[in-house]
C-alpha cells in the first residue's frame, strides 16, 4: 500500500536559517505529492504540489522537488520566519478511483526570533 | 473560495452518548473525507465517500460510522463515544475532476473531548 515518511520532529530554528524536511514516500503507479501546513488552531492547507518526476512546487519561499530515483520530495527554505511556525504535512495520492490522500505523520516547526 | 465548515470547533461529550459531527463543503466536490488526529500519530482516515450514499472505510472506522445523504454534507457518527475517542477531527473535500493531482480542502477541525 501507499506510505509516507517524513523526519520526526520538533525542528527549532532561528529565524532567516535554512529549512528542510525530509519526506520519502512508497506508492503503487505515479503519485501526485502535495505539502500541507497547519498553523496553530486551523485546519490544513496546500502548500506547494508536484504531479510528476522533477517537477518543483514552490509557493512562498518553500520548494520541493518531485524525485522519482529517490522517492522523494524533501521541503526546502532558504530564510525562515517566525511566521513560518507551524506543522508540516507531506500527502501523496496515487491510483484507485477515488484518489485518498495518504498523510505523514506531520512535522512540527518553531522558528524563533 | 472554496470553504468546509464543521459545525463545532470544541465538543465535550460523555461516555456513552452518541456523537455526531458535521461538515459542509460549498464547491460541489465530489469526494469528502473525515479523519482524526493525533499528537505522534498524524493523519488517519477514519471513512471516506465518493458520492452520495457511497462510502468506503479507511484506516480505522471502528467505532464509527457516516451519512451522505446530500453531496454538500458528510456527517461523522460516534455510535458510542469513549474516552480513546477524544481527538482533533478534520474534515475534508476534494474534487476528482478527471485527474488526481487535485488538492484537498480542509475545515478547521472539531476538538472532541469525551468524558
Known amino acids: 500500500g501507499n506510505s509516507v515518511t517524513q523526519m520526526e520532529g520538533p525542528v527549532t530554528l532561528s529565524e532567516e536559517a535554512f529549512l528542510t524536511i525530509n519526506c520519502t514516500y512508497t506508492?503503487?503507479?505515479?503519485?501526485?505529492l502535495f505539502w500541507y501546513v497547519q498553523y496553530p488552531g486551523e485546519g490544513l492547507q496546500l502548500l506547494l504540489k508536484?504531479?510528476?518526476?522533477?517537477d518543483k512546487g514552490s509557493n512562498k519561499g518553500f520548494e520541493a522537488t518531485y524525485r522519482k530515483e529517490t522517492t522523494s520530495f524533501h521541503l526546502e527554505k532558504g530564510s525562515v520566519q517566525v511566521s513560518d511556525s507551524a506543522v508540516y504535512f507531506c500527502a501523496l495520492s496515487s491510483g484507485g478511483s477515488n484518489y485518498k490522500l495518504t498523510f505523514g505523520k506531520g512535522t512540527l516547526l518553531t522558528v524563533n526570533p | 473560495d472554496v470553504k468546509v465548515t464543521q459545525s463545532s470547533r470544541y465538543l465535550v461529550k460523555r461516555t456513552g452518548e452518541k456523537v455526531f459531527l458535521e461538515c459542509v463543503q460549498d464547491m460541489d466536490h465530489e469526494n469528502m473525507f473525515w479523519y482524526r488526529q493525533d499528537p505522534g500519530l498524524g493523519l488517519r482516515l477514519i471513512y471516506f465517500s465518493y458520492d452520495v450514499k457511497m462510502k468506503e472505510k479507511g484506516d480505522i472506522p471502528e467505532g464509527y460510522s457516516v451519512s451522505r445523504e446530500k453531496k454538500e454534507r458528510f456527517s461523522l457518527i460516534l455510535e458510542s463515544a469513549s474516552t480513546n475517542q477524544t481527538s482533533m477531527y478534520l474534515c475534508a473535500s476534494r474534487t476528482i475532476a478527471g485527474t488526481e493531482n487535485t488538492e484537498a480542502f480542509f475545515g478547521q477541525g472539531t476538538r472532541l473531548t469525551v468524558v
Open positions: 508536484a504531479t510528476k518526476a522533477d
Open positions: 506508492a503503487t503507479g505515479y503519485p501526485s
